[in-house]
């Protein structure tokens, strides 16, 4: 959180995948209180706008309509920083510029997770 708020664009994409949604839910809250304004570009700017969010949530409980902004900003250049995210992101992620995953929690198959992720960066190379 604090190397979002000092670099803020500059900041690597980073995904951080939760197993409940819950958990996403917490950690979106704790986001938004260490962040404060900070969390959209520019600051201050309402959180109701994704589009200037740096942080954002996606779980199957998610909008359609808020899903589609965050793939979208996700997969362009864009102020979007960080995805907080349960697995129903993952489903077709193939982002070459991801280059930190966290996995807030332990995932139910840690083999098949590294596994993937070398995978996903040996292709990137």
Request: proline residues 6%.
């Amino acid at each position: 959180m604090k190397e979002l708020k000092d670099k803020k664009l500059s900041m690597e994409r980073t995904l951080n995948f939760c197993r409940p949604p819950i958990d996403c839910a917490e950690l979106w809250s704790a986001f938004i209180r260490f962040l404060k304004d900070d969390i959209t570009e520019p600051p201050g700017l309402p959180l109701k706008i994704p589009e200037v969010r740096l942080v954002d949530y996606y779980t199957g409980c998610t909008q359609e309509a808020v899903r589609s902004v965050i793939w979208s900003q996700f997969s362009k250049p864009s102020c979007l920083r960080v995805v907080i995210a349960t697995v129903a992101f993952d489903l077709g992620v193939d982002y070459a510029d991801i280059r930190r995953v966290i996995h807030f929690g332990v995932p139910k198959d840690v083999e098949h997770t590294f596994s993937k992720l070398v995978g996903q960066d040996e292709m990137a190379n």
